[in-house]
RNA sequence: GCGCCCUUAGCUCAGUGGUAGAGCGUUUCAUUGACAUUGAAAAGGCCGAAGGUUCGAUCCCUUCAGGGCGCACCA
């Protein structure tokens, strides 16, 4: 320790030791020399290839670090385990949107070449989270870390794959689902948020009866009128065709003409008496709702807006205007033919894509879907009898909703980033789709195809074509809901599953947690994780959500760059109290930069005493040597509690208190008064063990006081609670 | 719409069935002595509102207000 610098340098530390971590090789349980204790495995929640640390990775890592230090200290074997996210949507569009300032888009480079240029921008930009994690200090085994697109990772998505079909679990299937027009793919449930936005309800004139809807330009599906079996107004017309009068779709734009036409009238229970007129129209190409009344009523579907958002064909003089473009124009003629009756301001949810928020337009498509009834109890139960706690209890809702409402997963993706489909077709049969006249949009529309690992042969179905390949890829939760187990050694697994704890954001309890769960059961046979911890969510000081488009976000790498790490660390852990959303407050930071200043001060002061070198004698000890060791050893408690608890800021703020207060402020302040080498030892040791108490939180300004310290070797990570 | 959570000092948050706590901020005093990134002290709160239970409530219950979150196929 340099006598001469009064203050701590955080940098100069920051910069020195974590090389030395790593050199040490103490990140690895298979080199620590508490490589036989009780394993103690952490799972990262992977970071995506786009991603660069935000102030939820810093919570998260803060939290996580603290936690796998302590145990390591603690004397278990300890392994973090990190890896990174191809994250399939979000990774095609970053590059496809580098491409457009180019020029160019993916369709232009074509599927290899794009493909190619992804992997090429992973190898540069896909380790940069790496570096910052290590900038906060944490001590993950690097050499354990995997990328849910190496070989081996990518081997076992696929035998999950072919495992789920061969179960009879997963099946294709044509159904309107999810689509974002921007991202040209289905989404599932989970992919989709709900906005609230300000729309209009029209009424239009359906024959005798109005409908109101959001949709009108999608009248041209229809297929049924429902009404509510109940509902007095319309029960007798149930089953029985109605004649109205519509859009015609021949002709010019500029002359709105009326056609006639006939609906059948369903009853459905899905029709809410209260809500409008009390009858809906039944467009089952293009909204979900309606796609299962179809279903119940075994109704046929016409697509009228096509993949890309716009009016197809068969909307006559409407085809190839988009669908806002449509509206307005459908609207008009509504209006001009009288067929409008009322327009109504209406405030409503509008679901939009959770990647672009880009309005979500429901189409038919063939997609390959899992299964999720019993996967779903499984998952269930897994936490009802308690074999996964989930952390804090009240987060349990959330999961349990989500499996108790659950429709099955569609896993498939219209992208090309990610784990192509092990799903092959014949090309005879697809040739003979392409020449028919059936309107079937998508080619893969056939029964016509072998799922397995390889490339089959020869065609089973032709015997002579080269069967080709499905273009789909698969959901990019499908690779992560396998991550506890996927691609790791058999040694590894052994030790390594299930792991301890997995400390997670509440917005992925479902697209994640949920699914590691039951994937950790159907192929483990056991839970991934006895207890989740949901960590809190970091706003703004004025509550509002961090998020880089809105410009509200906090760079941690800012703080550590003027605070230190071990600053940054501490103003987290401070305020992680509750899992109530945390109100950020830089004030805790620099709290935390006064802090390790402390420590260093402290240590110098110790140091510069003369009897430091020696143990105390229990028997020779004043009133204030005996009160610092009790005090001392009431912390370490409130700590080891604490942190069993996952009750961060407890540990933090007891480890602080008696450090600054009992330690400084009081006992170091009567040993200048009545100096003694009894009392210079006891300094020492308390030091010593403060040290260790403050280094899961604080490890590097902790590491850097241990090695000067007298009576230590070795470095403090690698040091024994 | 249903469900969950929050409301305590100027700010961010702890906390307990029985004189209210921390960090930061504010005020006063101390200064070459580990640290001014300091020490000592002080000011500052009818613990969101109204009822109820209780000998007694900031804490338990009910209702209300404000804020947040989750879920939901109201067209």
Known sequence: MNEEKKAYDPKEAEARIYPEWEKSGLFNPDNHPKKDGKPFVILMPLPNVTGSLHMGHAFQITLTDALIRYRRLKGDTVAWLPGTDHAGIATQNVVEKELRKEGVSRFDLGREAFIARVWEWKEKYGGIIFGQLRTMGASCDWSRSRFTMDPAYAEAVMKAFVHYHEKGLLYRALRTVSWCVRCHTGISDLEVEHEEKDAVLYHIQYGPFVVATTRPETKFGDMALAVNPRDLR????????????????EGSLDEPRKKKDGLIVVGDEAADIAFGTGIIKVTPAHDIADYEISKRHSMPMLQVIDDRGKMMAVTGKYAGMKVAEARKKVVDDLRATGLLVKEEAYRHNVSVCSRCATPIEPLPSWQWFLKMGELAREAKDAVVTGKTRIIPENFQ?????????????????????????????????????????????????????????????????????????????????????????????????????????????????????????????????????????????????????????????????????????????????????????????????????????????????????????????????????????????????????????????????????????????????????????????????????????????????????????????????????
């Not at 319309?234 to 779709?249: F, M, N, R």
Request: glycine residues 6%; charged residues 25%.
């Open 234 to 249: 319309y029960a007798d017309h149930i089953g029985k065709d109605v004649e109205i009068e519509t859009l015609d779709t």
């Open 397 to 721: 809702t959330t999961y349990f909703a989500w499996l108790e409402n659950i429709r099955d997963w569609c896993v498939s993706r219209q992208l090309w980033w990610g784990h192509q489909l092990p799903v092959w077709f014949c090309e005879n049969a697809q040739e003979e789709i392409r020449n028919s006249k059936k309107e079937i949009r998508n080619p893969n529309g056939d029964g016509r195809y072998v799922v397995a690992l390889e490339k089959p042969g020869t065609c089973p179905f032709c015997k002579k074509c080269a069967m080709k390949r499905s273009e789909d890829v698969l959901d990019t939760w499908w690779s992560s809901a396998l991550w506890p187990f996927a691609a790791m050694p058999e040694k590894d697994l052994e030790r390594f599953y299930p792991s301890s704890v997995l400390i997670t954001a509440r917005d992925i309890i479902n697209l994640w947690v949920g699914r590691m769960i039951f994937s950790g059961l159907e192929f483990k046979g056991a839970v991934p994780f006895p207890d989740v911890f949901i960590h809190a969510t970091i706003l703004t000081k004025d509550g509002r959500r961090m998020s880089k488009s809105l410009g509200t976000g906090i760079d941690p790498l800012t703080l550590v760059e003027k605070y230190g790490a071990d600053a940054l660390r501490f103003g987290i852990a401070w305020q992680a109290m509750g899992t109530q959303d945390v109100r950020w407050d830089e004030t805790a930071v620099m709290a935390g930069k006064k802090f390790a200043n402390k420590l260093w001060n402290a240590a110098r002061f110790v140091a510069g005493r003369p009897g430091t070198g020696t143990a105390y004698d229990e028997a020779k000890l004043g009133s204030h040597d005996a009160l610092v060791l009790q005090k001392l050893a009431a912390a370490k408690r409130a700590v080891e509690e604490s942190l069993d608890k996952y009750e961060f800021g407890q540990a933090i703020h007891a480890a602080y208190d008696f450090f600054w207060k009992e330690y400084c402020d009081t006992y170091l302040e009567a040993a200048k008064a009545e100096p003694s080498s009894e009392t210079d030892a006891v300094l020492r040791a308390v030091l010593r063990d403060s040290l260790m108490l403050l280094h899961p939180f604080m490890p590097f300004v902790t590491e850097a006081i241990w090695t000067d310290l007298p009576g230590t070797d070795g470095l403090l990570m690698g040091a024994s609670w």
